[in-house]
């Protein structure tokens, strides 16, 4: 008798432990989804035909963003290519915004043509 409730123990303990397991996956995808709401706002970047990358989890703000608004100041297009999805073009005072609704833009790659120029502007949110 005694050796059947040692195993109905260490089943309980077993499905606790898968329990207690899916509910910090749960909490942490939660996390990731639900904006903090912190703003942040970028120093206006010049833009050739050089491709500049900006990391956001490698410098500030050292996290991921729900959520960014790319303004392109002009005088040419500028193509923007957040994370590793396919590249977007921006033309002279327009601005896109990329919203991912969970903490998932790790970076943005900015580029123009060559022999042009541009300056962009980003603001976002984590």
Do not use: W
């Amino acid at each position: 008798m005694a050796e059947k409730e040692e195993k109905v123990a260490t089943a309980e303990v077993g499905i606790l432990t898968l329990i207690n397991s899916k509910l910090r996956q749960i909490l942490e995808l939660q996390q990731q989804q639900i904006p903090e709401g912190v703003p942040v706002n970028f120093e206006d970047v010049a833009v050739t035909s050089e491709p500049k990358r900006l990391s956001f989890t490698s410098n500030r703000p050292y996290h991921a963003l729900f959520r960014i608004d790319v303004y392109n100041a002009g005088p040419n297009n500028a193509y923007v290519r957040v994370n590793d999805s396919e590249e977007i073009t921006i033309e002279p005072y327009r601005t896109i915004p990329f919203d991912y609704k969970r903490a998932a833009i790790k970076s943005v790659q900015l580029r123009t043509k060559t022999d042009e120029s541009a300056t962009v502007d980003i603001t976002g949110l984590y």
